[in-house]
C-alpha cells in the first residue's frame, strides 16, 4: 500500500498564497503520477493539478492555471502545490492522489485513475 499524508493548508485572506506538500510512503515508485484534488462541501471531488513520475510533466486545471504550480522531490517522496493568489472559491477540502499509469506521458485528471488517496488537509480563503 501508499500512504499519502497532505499538510500546509489553512485560513489564508483572498490574494495570498499556501504552499501544500504531500509526503507518500509504503509502496511508492517514481512512475507514479501524483495529482492534487480539492472537494467542497456538497461537491464532487475535482482535478486541480498533476505531475507525470518519470517526465515531470504538468497539467492542470482552468481554473487555477496560472497561479498554480505543482512540483515533486522523488528523494523526499513529496509532491506541493504551491497555491497564489488565492480565492473565496478556492476553499475547499485538498486530496493528494497517486496512480501508477499516464495518459500519453501527462498525469491523469480523473479521479477514477488514481488508486491511493490522502485524509485531506482544508483549505480555506477569506475574503
Known amino acids: 500500500q501508499v500512504q499519502l499524508v497532505e499538510s500546509g493548508g489553512g485560513l489564508v485572506q483572498a490574494g495570498g498564497s499556501l504552499r501544500l506538500s504531500c509526503a507518500a510512503s509504503g509502496r511508492t515508485f517514481s512512475s507514479y503520477s501524483m495529482g492534487w484534488f480539492r472537494q467542497a462541501p456538497g461537491k464532487e471531488r475535482e482535478f486541480v493539478a498533476g505531475i507525470s513520475g518519470s517526465s515531470g510533466r504538468t497539467r492542470y486545471a482552468d481554473s487555477v492555471k496560472g497561479r498554480s504550480t505543482i512540483s515533486r522531490d522523488n528523494a523526499k517522496n513529496t509532491v506541493y502545490l504551491q497555491m497564489n493568489s488565492l480565492k473565496p472559491e478556492d476553499t475547499a477540502v485538498y486530496y493528494c492522489?497517486?496512480?501508477?499509469?499516464?495518459?500519453?506521458?501527462?498525469?491523469?485528471?480523473?479521479?477514477?485513475?488514481?488508486?491511493?488517496w490522502g485524509q485531506g488537509t482544508q483549505v480555506t480563503v477569506s475574503s
Open positions: 492522489g497517486a496512480s501508477d499509469k499516464t495518459e500519453w506521458g501527462l498525469p491523469p485528471f480523473s479521479v477514477y485513475q488514481y488508486d491511493y
